[in-house]
C-alpha cells in the first residue's frame, strides 16, 4: 500500500507476476498479445495490473522490437488552416487506437525533414505520416529507412507504399467547369508551385476543361504561387501589370485566393461583379470571407483519419501497399457570378 507523503514506487512486470502467480514471461505475452495465453489467466493479470495500477514501459518494449504506441506527423506549415484541420483527422484516429502523436513541421525543407525523421527513428515511433511534397532523395529514403511511411495529398514522388491524397486533376477540371458554365471564357490561373505535383494536377485539370469546353489554353494567365496568401497576392498584381484580359480567376488553393481577392479590391475590381474567383481546399475561412468563397472541398479531416489508420495497419504488418484516392466536390458560394457582357 502506497503511504500518503512518500515517494510512489513504480509498478514492474514482476510486481504484476507475483500478484497473478505466473511468470514474467506469461505477463509479458497476455499485456503485449504476443503468444498464447489462456482467458482465464489472460483476464487475472489484467485485473492484477489494473488493482496495481502498472503503466507498461514504452521504451522497454521498444528495445525488445515491441511497438510504442507512438506515431509521428510531418507537415510544412503549421500556420496554413488546412494542415490542422488534417493533423486533427490524424489525432482522431491516434486518440481511436491510444496512441501518441508527435507533430513536427518541416517547412517543406529536405534536410529538416531528414534530421525529424532521424530524431523519431531514435525514438522507435512506429510510423511516420508524411505531409509536403518533399522530394524523394537518397538521404531521406536513408533518415526513412524501414520505418512505415504514409504520405499525404501533397506527394511529390516519395517512394512510399501507402499514400493518400485528393483528386487534384478531377478538382481542377471542376473549378474551371463551373466558371465555364458562368460564361467565362478568359480565365486566369494561379497555380501552386510549379515543381509540386500537387499543382501539376490542379493545373492539368484546369487546362483540360478549357480544352473540352473549346477554349485554347492561355499561358500568359497563368500565375504560379507559393500556396500562400502573399503568393495569391503577388501573382495576381502580376496578372494586373501583364494587362491581359479576364474575368475569372481559379486558385490553386483557398489562402492563394484570399491574397488574390485583396490585390482584386486594391485595383479597383469588385468580387464577383467584376471578377469570379475560386479557390481550393475549402478551409473553413472560406465561408467567412466577404464575399464567401467558391472553392473545391477536399475531405480534409477524412484524409487524415484514412492516412492514421493506413499507418497504424501498416505498423504492424496487416496492411498491403495501397494508395487511396479520394473525391472532391465543388461548393458554390458568393465569389462567381455569371460573366458580365461588354464588361
Known amino acids: 500500500m502506497h503511504v500518503p507523503g512518500e515517494p510512489r514506487v513504480p509498478v514492474t512486470i514482476r510486481d504484476v507476476a507475483s500478484d497473478a502467480g505466473v511468470s514474467v514471461a506469461t505477463v509479458s505475452r497476455a499485456l503485449s498479445g504476443n503468444g498464447h495465453v489462456g482467458p482465464a489467466t489472460r483476464d487475472r493479470i489484467a485485473e492484477a495490473a489494473r488493482r496495481l495500477g502498472y503503466q507498461p514501459n514504452d521504451l522497454a518494449r521498444s528495445l525488445h522490437g515491441g511497438a510504442t504506441g507512438t506515431i509521428a506527423v510531418l507537415v510544412p506549415d503549421i500556420t496554413n488552416p488546412f494542415f490542422p484541420e488534417l493533423v486533427a483527422g490524424i489525432q482522431a484516429v491516434a486518440n481511436e487506437q491510444e496512441n501518441l502523436l508527435l507533430l513536427c513541421q518541416t ?59 485528393a483528386d487534384h486533376r478531377g478538382g481542377g477540371r471542376m473549378a474551371t467547369e463551373h466558371l465555364v458554365e458562368l460564361g467565362h471564357e478568359q480565365i486566369a490561373h494561379i497555380a501552386g508551385p510549379a515543381a509540386l505535383t500537387v499543382a501539376q494536377e490542379r493545373l492539368a485539370g484546369h487546362r483540360e476543361a478549357l480544352q473540352a469546353s473549346g477554349i485554347e489554353p492561355d499561358e500568359s494567365l497563368v500565375v504560379h504561387g507559393d500556396f500562400g496568401e502573399a503568393g495569391g497576392y503577388d501573382a495576381l498584381r502580376t496578372l494586373l501589370r501583364r494587362r491581359r484580359e479576364f474575368t475569372a480567376v481559379f486558385c490553386s488553393n483557398d489562402l492563394a485566393a484570399v491574397g488574390a481577392l485583396r490585390a482584386l479590391d486594391e485595383a479597383g475590381f469588385r468580387v464577383p461583379d467584376d471578377v469570379s474567383l475560386v479557390g481550393f481546399d475549402d478551409i473553413h475561412l472560406a465561408r467567412y470571407l466577404r464575399p464567401s468563397l467558391t472553392t473545391v472541398r477536399q475531405p480534409i479531416h477524412e484524409l487524415g483519419r484514412r492516412a492514421a489508420t493506413l499507418l497504424l495497419e501498416a505498423a504492424v504488418g496487416s496492411r498491403p501497399e495501397q494508395h487511396d484516392v479520394l473525391d472532391v466536390e465543388l461548393v458554390r458560394r458568393d465569389s462567381t457570378r455569371p460573366v458580365r457582357r461588354g464588361r
Not at 130 to 158: E, H, S
Open 107 to 165: 517547412g517543406e525543407d529536405p534536410t529538416t525533414a531528414v534530421r525529424e525523421l532521424r530524431h523519431l527513428r531514435r525514438k522507435r515511433v512506429d510510423g511516420v505520416v508524411l505531409v509536403g511534397g518533399l522530394p524523394a532523395t537518397d538521404d531521406l529514403g536513408a533518415a526513412v529507412g524501414d520505418l512505415p511511411v504514409v504520405t499525404v495529398d501533397r506527394d511529390a514522388g516519395w517512394p512510399a507504399s501507402w499514400s493518400v491524397r
